[in-house]
């Protein structure tokens, strides 16, 4: 079992920035696909960021790229979101997510993913 715990999230203007958390417990994420989902209201969970398991390879959704870097430190067992550029569309909660598979074939679908973390708010302002 693998416990995720997200940190960070908080009220900013667009333009902005904010660093999100991921702090993973029960085992150790570099066994871990790790990744970032958010979810407005009313609307379906949708896929941000992820990261592999040694790091060296990351995907964005259209919305997250040049904006978003997700990162990770193993020794830590923690994941990051730092997010730039922030607008307004960008208000959600964001989920943390791991994967546990030896492969995965949906890195952005919300069914591939095991284990969550139970989201941080993050809101921006016009």
């Known amino acids: 079992q693998v416990q995720l715990e997200e940190s960070g999230g908080g009220l900013v203007q667009a333009g902005g920035s904010l660093r999100l958390s991921c702090a993973a417990s029960?085992?150790?994420?570099?066994?871990?696909?790790m990744g970032w989902f958010r979810q407005a209201p009313g609307k379906e969970r949708e896929f941000v960021a992820t990261i592999t398991r040694s790091g060296l390879s990351t995907y964005y959704s259209n919305s997250a790229k040049g904006r978003f870097t997700i990162s990770r430190d193993n020794a830590k067992n923690t994941v990051f979101l730092q997010m730039n550029s922030l607008k307004p569309e960008d208000t959600a909660a964001y989920y943390c997510?791991?994967?546990?598979?030896?492969?995965?074939?949906?890195?952005?679908?919300?069914?591939?993913?095991?284990?969550w973390g139970q989201g941080t708010q993050v809101t921006v302002s016009s």
């Open positions: 029960g085992r150790t994420i570099s066994s871990l696909i």
């Open positions: 997510a791991a994967d546990q598979d030896l492969s995965s074939r949906s890195y952005s679908s919300v069914s591939e993913y095991d284990y």
